[in-house]
């Protein structure tokens, strides 16, 4: 029996089969209500720029080199979103300081505070999507979540 997650479930699911399954997780509890995407179109970034941001924020002050690297895109594409996230105002470009032929990105106050709006969007909107499951199923998933969070670290 199909199921919209693929074969009957195993008890040990390849990565590609678990992959399918986190994505149909997070595909019925996001964008609940539309809140983030409501922020995202106020303050006029589009998903790309979104990814780039949260990126910046992980790595507390970056190259663009590496920007472009992590995000498997082109030096020129990164620019370009950093060039628009500047005009926002949402980061700083500063020297190293070490070195100052480099240059590295960090979050501006506006830009820190536009993605602690989207992240509590986003939590809300997953909470949303799971306040339906049953305590047990909740529970399973929490400590599914925890473990493999802790095994990311």
């Not at 190293?96 to 979050?107: A, C, E, G, V």
Request: no cysteine; aromatic share 2%.
């Amino acid at each position: 029996m199909e199921r919209e997650l693929g074969p009957v479930i195993s008890d040990s699911p390849d990565p590609a089969a678990l992959g399918h399954a986190l994505q149909a997780l997070v595909n019925r509890v996001s964008h609940r209500g539309g809140a983030s995407l409501e922020i995202m179109a106020s303050a006029q970034v589009t998903l790309q720029q979104v990814l780039l941001l949260a990126r910046i924020l992980e790595t507390r002050a970056a190259a663009p080199s590496v920007l472009a690297a992590q995000l498997g895109m082109s030096p020129s594409s990164i620019s370009q979103m950093l060039d628009r996230l500047a005009q926002l105002e949402l980061i700083v470009r500063s020297e190293h300081p070490t070195d100052r032929r480099k240059r590295q990105i960090t979050l501006s106050s506006q830009g820190r505070r536009l993605m602690a709006r989207l992240q509590k969007a986003r939590a809300d909107e997953y909470a949303a999507g799971v306040a339906g499951l049953s305590e047990p199923v909740r529970r399973r998933l929490w400590l599914a979540l925890h473990a493999a969070l802790d095994e990311m670290s």
